[in-house]
Structures are given as C-alpha cells and as structure tokens.
C-alpha cells in the first residue's frame, strides 16, 4: 500500500513487536492509512509499563506471539480482560492452539502483505463496535 489511505483513520493502534525492523514498518503502514501508532512494545517488561501509562487505551493492538523468547500471552489475556481488541501477528504456525484459547482473535502469519494486515484490523475493528466497544 503505497499510497495514502484511510482505512485506519482515527484508530490509535499498540504495536507490541520486539523486531524493529518489523515494528517500524507495521507503524509506517498504520500511519499510511490514517492511524495513529505507539509502541513498539519489545518485551513482557516493555508491554506492562507501557500499558500501564495508558492515558487512554488503545483502539486496538498488534501482538507478536514470541517477544524475545516469551510467549506473549499474558499480554494477550490483559487485553482482554480489558476489552482491548487485539489480533496476534506471529512467525509461529500455532493458530490451532491460538484459537483454542483465544476464540475468536484473529492471527495473521507472518510474512503477511500489507493489505491483509489493514483488513485484519479493519474487520477486528468493525467487530468490536458491533459488540459495544466504540473504535472510532
């Protein structure tokens, strides 16, 4: 997605990735679609003190699985517990396990294309509203 957009308009979007490389580039195209991005969150450490100097939380989040060799769950279960809609973004092929915990959540695996990700986090945006949780 080379050119400008707005599906992301408005949404202030935690980018929880502990490869900069990927991280600035996952912020790039938020911020090309209108979005705004924060983070990274490399590590469990870095996720928890970020999270707790929230002014507001976030739209919704894009969490890698594997942070530094931890599995990022109980990242995942924070957000949720806090109604934070967030999708996993993983190099690991454990979506059955995923699923099984997490339900619903969504998973993109990586290497994915950058309009699978903005599509991901459009229709995952789109499904919170339905569900009382207001992204916009």
Not at 58 to 73: C, H, K, N, W, Y
Request: overall charge negative; glycine content about 8%; charged content about 20%.
């Amino acid at each position: 997605m080379n050119a400008p957009g707005v599906a992301l308009s408005g949404l202030n979007i935690w980018v929880v990735e502990d490869d900069a490389v990927i991280a600035l580039s996952i912020e790039y195209l938020i911020e090309d679609q209108g979005g705004s991005a924060f983070g990274p969150a490399g590590s469990i450490t870095d996720c928890f003190e970020q999270f707790a100097a929230f002014d507001e939380l976030p739209d919704v989040a894009i969490l890698d699985l594997d942070l530094r060799g931890q599995e990022s769950m109980p990242i995942a279960k924070l957000l949720q517990r806090k109604g934070v809609p967030f999708l996993f973004y993983t190099g690991h092929g454990q979506t059955d396990a995923l699923i099984a915990q997490f339900g619903e959540i969504p998973v993109c695996i990586k290497p994915v294309s950058e309009q699978e990700l903005v599509q991901a986090l459009c229709k995952l945006c789109s499904r919170s509203a339905k569900h009382g949780r207001s992204t916009y």
